[in-house]
């Protein structure tokens, strides 16, 4: 099953994917344009992984690491399908990264990797903006780069663990503004989903609700204001965020790209 959180009509509803439409836990069948996507879920701890594709490691010039390189991201980051990212009025080069987040769905302490699925309740996409402008150094790799307000759109679905056989078996695309930009595949990850619950719960409880955001693949470019993303995984849907600059949060100020009717 699919299922959503989305506004509509005034209030926050559960729904699940309906012939195309979604049906919310009212029994209404709406249409997806009619509503406003939120987060599939409300994340706990969310862990973030860094180059856990050798080719984006390659990519990017750094050695693959020996040991999962995580970080972890605040809720502020974090929106729904269809949503707007801001770009900082100052960054140079601001790239998606098409990843497959993998939710917990019981408590995990000391899970070896043979029994790791067991903790799994499903998975959705994130959309892990970098803005590589802010990369600072070995001691605080990642805190400006990645914990930018609105730099996660996930969802919009999440998708029922059973329903995915195989998650490390994913095609993994990336399109800005219809072009096909970044392909990749799960089972090119270094460290996969079974071996990284194993890692974390070998030193701290994971609970329902943590989030793991399991890196990208090569294949990074470039956004602009004004770009459509789609970042997509096979079975588990399509992910839309549009680039905004920072100037429409500028208060009294109409940005010229932006027409607001009346």
């Not at 050798?54 to 502020?76: R, V």
């Not at 799994?120 to 892990?128: E, F, L, P, R, W």
């Not at 805190?143 to 056989?165: E, S, Y």
Request: proline share 6%; net charge negative; hydrophobic share 35%.
């Amino acid at each position: 099953m699919k299922k959503a959180r989305v506004a509509y009509a005034g209030a926050i509803h559960q729904a699940c994917e309906s012939n195309g439409r979604l049906k919310l836990t009212d029994g209404r069948i709406v249409d997806e344009q009619d509503v406003v996507w939120l987060p599939p879920l409300e994340p706990r701890t969310v862990f973030a992984l860094g180059l856990n594709y050798a080719d984006h490691a390659k990519e990017l010039a750094f050695k693959a690491p020996e040991e999962p390189l995580a970080f972890l991201k605040g809720p502020n980051t974090f929106i729904g399908h269809r949503g707007q990212t801001r770009r900082p009025l100052d960054a140079a080069y601001m790239h998606y990264e098409c990843e497959l987040a993998v939710v917990i769905g019981k408590t995990a302490k000391a899970v070896k990797k043979e029994e790791a699925f067991e903790y799994v309740c499903g998975y959705t996409i994130a959309n892990d903006y970098a803005i590589r402008d802010y990369l600072e150094n070995y001691y605080r790799p990642n805190l400006k780069v990645k914990n930018r307000d609105t730099c996660t759109p996930i969802g919009p679905w999440l998708v029922d663990a059973r329903d995915i056989p195989d998650p490390m078996n994913l095609t993994i695309k990336t399109y800005i503004n219809g072009k096909l930009t970044q392909e990749g595949n799960t089972n090119d990850m270094i460290f996969g989903i079974a071996e990284l619950i194993e890692y974390f719960s070998s030193f701290m409880t994971l609970s329902p609700g943590d989030v793991i955001l399991t890196g990208t693949p090569e294949g990074l470019a470039n956004t602009a204001v004004g770009d459509e993303i789609t970042t997509e995984i096979e079975g588990i849907g399509k992910l839309v965020s549009t680039i905004v600059s920072d100037d429409i949060f500028t208060k009294g100020q109409e940005p010229s790209h932006i027409k607001i009717n009346n």
